[in-house]
């Protein structure tokens, strides 16, 4: 240990204060928690493609007024037509299905226009499957956003008042929420279709009045949390207006229990959309929704399968890729994983 | 632990109260009566079926009548079947509803237990990868869609199992797999967060240094304390199988109560969704009781806390 | 019993962890030893790699380690090369862990006494029922009152302090050779702490096992130790008995942490905390990692790592400052009178320099000077 060193002369010259390394140089640029957060959503490989997939989903879906205009035109000469696409000679995608023990060209056999197609195929009434999943996307999204949006005003709102006022009001607001998760979902959403019936509003009304609760009770004890912390109760002894305070200090400390919280109530609004619309309470013919499709489409599952594969696939397609978002942004926001 | 029994009782017999009269009023709202569906009939026949079912007296007299029966077990008869007590038309369908969704339950909680354990003991390995991709799915594919595809492929196809009906073990299957799937994700997701959770605890790194195995600091340790808290979730669990039962018992033709309700409201039958109603409230409340208790009893802490009480 | 020999030696330890932000390089280059029946701390600030070392010793180390270099042998074998069964049979039977925090290092569902027992069923193959009778035993040397109605308890009907107990109670049920404790005073109050080192030394006599104590709290070694070691950014450097460490350190950092610590006299509020934070183990800088807090830094400190040079046979040092041609400095106020402390009572000869004192602190026993070591 004592081996004798070659030192250059001036090596024990000490460092002047200024010269000193400087230890405290922060390594990474500092970011805020959302840019945090976001940083992270992107190092998550299956979250990050789940979103672009929704994206690109909810772009074909929104465009469909315009791509796809006629979901509803029906045509009984073109009824049940295997899908074709031009160019492909691939079974399935050919125009060409099996009938008796034969491969037949139905496009051929339904004297259907050389330059007619339907890529998707159409249903028994001949509509275009493919116009009338890209409609039917739309209308459960819109259904599935609309339903979120509203569960998050009254939950949000709800859960800020309960904590907020605390006491009797928040054991009276606590004792309704308890009463309404001790009645199944399914049943409060079916007595309200039954009464208010069909169209798109009592749907999403029925479907948001029984996803609330759970956002209420995550906002309420994030709340209660925020509530006892010293800036939140500084701002209050400086006489800060309660909305005031909840706008400006609880909301934005709130805002990762929302987002994730809407990134799971979104895909759950969908399902029971398309649970309802295929009990047949839900959206009424002749509108399409994922779900009277994948209704529509089972009833000929065993001879025309792709009338249910398809709107079933879409349909699983934006559940799982809601689910894998969800989950990843649950992630990102709490980097120590997920509890809930 | 009496004194809090005692509340939850009582708030439990409130919460059925107050659902039986919103659903009373709900359905006076409703425009349908008995007679959507028999059309054309005589003053003088009309007016029997209102006095059949009670419709001409005044709102009140009806909701008192209503409760009363409700207490005592009787929801009046149904109008779709016009001479059925709904009591007995539910009496007569809970058994196969209850098989299946028990089996459904039981399976989907047993494999979901065993999949997010190994699935957290295995974290980030491809096993840990699987379980998470099955699980995704089984949360996101809605159990109408799975429940098509089981009967088309398993029934239809191979032929392994009946393809619809009611009768025999048999015949239960492929509804019970129908049936578990949502049961099986969400205890599944539930298990292998927990897991994960205590795997990192304090007190397992202290099994782990006392030279326990890992197969001894699983059992001994981590199974028990991620598990406690999955009675939690039973009540969800509970509804999740009476959500999809009423579309499983509708694809394979099995006569519960979920196809029964499902049939109910395509008709206006409203006698019998009022009694469906409570009955599905009525469970709910009960599991949620049961639940509570039992994790009183499974969990030290809270035993404890309770005896104080 | 052979006094003198190494029953742990750990040599050029170097663990590096694969993080998403890059390489954290947590121990570099530690070498130490421990001898049969002594104490052994671990000083040093958060993030020093403390817990990693003895993580290392356990066999315990996260996924994301790798052991770069070295070797741990425990009586002459090296536990970096044992298979997973061969250091479960070593855990909690040779060398036991006490850990930071009483309040969750206990199963929260299982009765206490069990979990006390569990290590008996482990490795002594003991009966359900003969391992508890031992885990009641136990429990009332860790000085449980009561302890007959106590052992069916949960770990929530306990206080701190009494976790505490009976978490060494479990890491002492199987007399092992060494007992590493992780800060295992840190989470509690000031007089518990006191009871719980108090009752620590007494059972280290009692079963005559030998203890790492780990801490970030120089005060607390001087009533515990034999030796110690002072660690920074994952290096040793400085290590020596404790009369050496205590009266005559040679670090730089050394000097800070016995300048920031409270003794009777200081406590007048001349604390003085070392200024700046430890660097980043992504990126260790070259030379002296203590430099840029260093206020007695020198050019060399930036471009050469310092080498350990002898100040006796016992006691080495990392710096500089020891080289012959360096410049002499004068330490903090605070060293420099402990460092005459050390002059007297090396003539008085009082000084324990390299043998393990084998009861307590005779070292300190009728000191007057106790009041320079403080609490
Ligand atoms: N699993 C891990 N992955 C990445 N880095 C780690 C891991 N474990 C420890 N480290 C890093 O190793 C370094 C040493 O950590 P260690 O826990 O040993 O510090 P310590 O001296 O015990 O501190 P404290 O006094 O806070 O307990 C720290 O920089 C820490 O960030
Ligand atoms: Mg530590």
């Given at each position: 240990m ?68 006629n ?29 008796g ?6 496009y ?43 569960d ?72 209660l ?42 895909p ?6 398309a ?17 009277t ?6 009833r000929?599952?065993?001879f ?24 990843g ?12 | 632990?009496?004194?809090?029994l ?86 007569s ?9 028990a ?62 009906g ?67 979730v ?30 109910s ?45 | ?136 035993e ?44 992780d ?14 080192l ?154 324990n ?12 026993a ?10």
């Amino acid at each position: 240990m004592d081996e004798k060193i070659k030192l250059p002369e001036d090596a024990f010259q000490p460092v002047g204060k200024d010269d000193k390394l400087d230890d405290e140089k922060i390594a990474a640029p500092s970011r805020t928690f959302l840019q945090d957060a976001w940083h992270r959503l992107k190092e998550n490989k299956a979250a990050f493609i789940s979103m672009w997939i929704l994206i690109i989903i909810a772009l074909f879906a929104f465009t469909s007024p315009i791509t796809a205009p006629n979901p509803n035109s029906a045509n009984p000469d073109y009824a049940n037509l295997p899908p074709k696409i031009p160019g492909v000679n691939i079974n399935g995608f050919n125009g060409t299905s099996i009938q008796g023990g034969q491969r037949v060209d139905q496009y051929k056999a339904n004297n259907v226009p050389e330059s007619k197609h339907f890529i998707l195929g159409t249903d028994y009434l001949g509509r275009s499957l493919g116009q009338r999943i890209l409609h039917g996307t739309m209308i459960s999204l819109l259904i599935g956003l609309f339903a979120t949006l509203i569960d998050l005003l009254i939950g949000v709102g709800y859960g800020i008042i309960s904590a907020w006022k605390g006491g009797v009001v928040d054991l009276v607001m606590q004792r309704i929420i308890e009463i309404m998760q001790s009645i199944p979902n399914i049943v409060i959403m079916v007595l309200l279709l039954l009464v208010i019936k069909g169209g798109i509003l009592p749907i999403i009304l029925a479907i948001a009045i029984n996803e609330w609760t759970t956002m209420a009770r995550l906002t309420r004890a994030q709340t209660l949390q925020l509530k006892s912390q010293e800036y939140v109760l500084a701002a209050q002894t400086l006489g800060e207006s309660s909305g005031k305070i909840a706008m400006k200090h609880l909301l934005p400390n709130l805002s990762s229990v929302i987002i994730i919280q809407t990134m799971f109530t979104i895909p759950a609004a969908i399902f029971f959309e398309a649970f309802l619309s295929y009990i047949g309470i839900g959206i009424q013919a002749p509108i399409a929704s994922l779900g009277t499709l994948i209704n529509d489409g089972q009833r000929n599952f065993q001879f025309l399968p792709f009338q249910m594969w398809y709107p079933a696939i879409v349909l699983a397609i934006i559940m799982i890729a809601f689910n894998i978002l969800a989950d990843g942004l649950r992630d990102a926001f709490d980097p120590r994983t997920s509890r809930h | 632990m009496v004194k809090y029994l005692a509340r939850r009782i009582f708030y439990l017999i409130l919460t059925m109260f107050l659902i039986a009269s919103v659903t009373f009023f709900l359905m006076k709202l409703m425009p349908g009566t008995p007679l959507n569906n028999q059309a054309k009939l005589t003053a003088s026949q009309i007016h029997t079926i209102y006095q059949q079912y009670g419709l001409d007296k005044p709102l009140w007299q009806q909701y008192v009548t209503y409760i009363v029966n409700a207490v005592q077990g009787n929801f009046g008869t149904s109008f779709q079947f016009s001479n059925q007590a709904v009591s007995y038309l539910i009496g007569s369908r809970i058994g196969p509803s209850a098989i299946i969704g028990a089996q459904g339950m039981i399976l989907g909680v047993i494999l979901g237990i065993c999949t997010g354990s190994l699935s957290a003991i295995r974290k980030n390995t491809w096993v840990d990868g699987t379980a998470n991709i099955i699980s995704i799915l089984g949360l996101s594919i809605p159990s109408f869609v799975f429940a098509i595809l089981l009967q088309y492929y398993f029934g239809l196809k191979l032929q392994l199992f009946p393809v619809a009906g009611w009768g025999g073990f048999a015949s239960t299957i492929l509804p019970t797999i129908a049936l578990a799937a949502s049961p099986f994700a969400t205890t599944s997701r539930f298990v292998r967060t927990e897991m994960v959770d205590v795997m990192g605890s304090d007190y397992i790194e202290l099994a782990r240094a006392k030279g326990l195995s890992r197969f001894g600091i699983v059992f001994h340790h981590a199974l028990r304390n991620s598990l406690i808290p999955l009675v939690t979730v039973i009540g969800p669990l509970a509804v999740g199988i009476m959500t999809g039962s009423m579309v499983v018992e509708n694809i394979f033709s099995i006569p519960g109560i979920g196809e029964q309700f499902v049939k109910s409201i395509l008709v206006n039958d409203y006698p019998t969704i009022m009694g469906v109603t409570l009955l599905y409230s009525g469970l709910l409340c009960l599991v949620l009781l049961i639940t509570d208790i039992v994790y009183g009893i499974i969990d030290p802490r809270i035993r404890l806390s309770g005896k104080g009480e | 019993m052979d006094a003198e020999k190494n029953i742990l030696e750990v040599q050029d330890l170097t663990i590096n962890f694969h993080t998403y932000a890059g390489t954290v390089q947590a121990i570099r280059n530690v070498n130490f030893h421990l001898k049969k029946g002594e104490t052994l701390a671990i000083v040093g600030e958060s993030g020093s790699g403390k817990t990693v070392t003895t993580k290392t010793i356990m066999g315990l180390l996260a996924n994301n380690a790798e052991v770069a270099k070295g070797t741990v042998k425990f009586h002459g074998k090296d536990i970096l090369e044992m298979s997973e069964k061969e250091l479960q049979a070593i855990r909690g039977r040779d060398i036991a862990e006490i850990f930071q925090d009483p309040m969750t290092s206990l199963d929260p569902t299982m009765r206490i006494g069990r979990q006390i027992a569990e290590p008996l069923m482990v490795h002594k193959g003991f009966s359900k029922s003969k391992a508890e009778k031992q885990a009641l035993e136990m429990l009332k040397l860790v000085g449980i009152t009561n302890a007959e109605e106590r052992v069916n308890d949960y770990p929530h009907q306990f206080s701190g302090g009494m976790r505490q107990r009976i978490v060494i109670a479990i890491a002492l049920v199987c007399y092992p050779e060494i007992l590493i404790a992780d800060e295992p005073t840190t989470a509690l109050d000031v007089t518990i702490q006191a009871q719980i080192l108090d009752l620590m030394k007494e059972l280290q006599e009692k079963i005559s096992t030998s203890i790492i104590f780990i801490t970030h709290d120089l005060g607390v070694v001087a009533s515990m130790a034999d030796r110690v070691a002072v660690m920074y950014a994952g290096k040793i450097v400085e290590y020596g008995t404790v009369d050496e460490i205590f009266y005559n350190p040679q670090h730089p950092y050394t000097w800070g942490l016995l300048n920031s610590m409270p003794t009777l006299d200081t406590a007048k509020g001349q604390l003085e905390p070392i200024p700046g934070t430890p660097p980043d183990l992504l990126e260790p800088p070259v030379g002296d990692a203590f430099a840029a807090r260093n206020p007695y830094a020198m050019k060399i400190d930036e471009e050469q790592e310092p080498p350990f040079f002898k100040v006796s046979d016992t006691h080495y040092a990392a710096t500089w400052l020891l080289h012959p041609d360096a410049p002499a400095v004068e330490p903090p106020a605070e060293v420099v009178r402990r460092q005459k402390i050390y002059q007297e009572r090396l003539s008085a000869g009082t000084i324990n320099q390299g043998h393990i004192h084998s009861k307590g602190n005779t070292a300190f026993a009728g000191a007057d000077d106790d009041d320079a070591i403080g609490e």
